[in-house]
T-cell receptor, first 111, second 115 residues
Framework: GQQLNQSPQSMFIQEGEDVSMNCTSS?????WLWYKQDPGEGPVLLIA?????ELTSNGRLTAQFGITRKDSFLNISASIPSDVGIYFC???????????FGTGTRLQVFP | GAGVSQTPSNKVTEKGKYVELRCDPI?????LYWYRQSLGQGPEFLIY????????DSGLPNDRFFAVRPEGSVSTLKIQRTERGDSAVYLC?????????????FGQGTRLTVV
């Protein structure tokens, strides 16, 4: 099935560092979402972006919806150990809310 | 219930057997989705229900896979003649309307292993 291209595939950082990951698509989406998945759990929504060029923050998380509507990035500032997990971007289809997920970025934070 | 509930949480079955995976969505959510997540991959869409009807089943990989939602609430994903390649985590999600910009909430998934 279709998946969005997400990079990097994995990151190993020290607590307190900032993190950046991005996602690109060959298709245009009107809504971009970022999810976090912990082991043995389903994805949990972190941030939703509804407008091209939009920059949205949620605590230490900041995400932007690319102007072409084909890309997005997520930044995490001042990482902490509980940020560990897999982060997925997703494009949302407008009529059905069906999600097309990225390939994921695995984040490891060392104290 | 408070969240999306999936049962069983783990299922091991022999190749060729039939399995059923159950999803209890959040009460009042009319839209229900099934996704499949293979190891190291993002979830991939299988099927979407709006109420009782399958509005989009374009993600089902072949005719061994079938899903129902007879009363517009609980859904069952059915896999016939299972193959080793069917091993994955099957995720269910529900949302309020599924018609634009509504958040989907995911269950914890059913890990299916075909041996």
């Amino acid at each position: 099935g279709q998946q969005l291209n997400q990079s990097p595939q994995s990151m190993f950082i020290q607590e307190g560092e900032d993190v950046s990951m991005n996602c690109t698509s060959s298709s245009i989406f009107n809504t971009w979402l970022w999810y976090k998945q912990d082991p043995g759990e389903g994805p949990v929504l972190l941030i939703a972006l509804y407008k091209a060029g939009e920059l949205t923050s949620n605590g230490r998380l900041t995400a932007q919806f690319g102007i072409t509507r084909k890309d997005s990035f997520l930044n995490i500032s001042a990482s902490i150990p509980s940020d560990v997990g897999i982060y997925f971007c997703a494009g949302q289809e407008p009529e059905t809310d069906k999600l097309i997920f990225g390939t994921g970025t695995r984040l490891q934070v060392f104290p | 219930g408070a969240g999306v509930s999936q049962t069983p949480s783990n299922k091991v079955t022999e190749k060729g057997k039939y399995v059923e995976l159950r999803c209890d969505p959040i009460s009042g959510h009319t839209a229900l989705y099934w996704y499949r997540q293979s190891l190291g991959q993002g979830p991939e869409f299988l099927i979407y229900f709006q109420g009782t009807g399958a509005a989009d089943d374009s993600g089902l990989p072949n005719d061994r896979f079938f899903a129902v939602r007879p009363e517009g609430s609980v859904s069952t994903l059915k896999i016939q003649r299972t193959e080793r390649g069917d091993s994955a985590v099957y995720l269910c999600a529900s949302s309020l309307m599924g018609q634009g910009n509504t958040e989907a909430f995911f269950g914890q998934g059913t890990r299916l292993t075909v041996v």
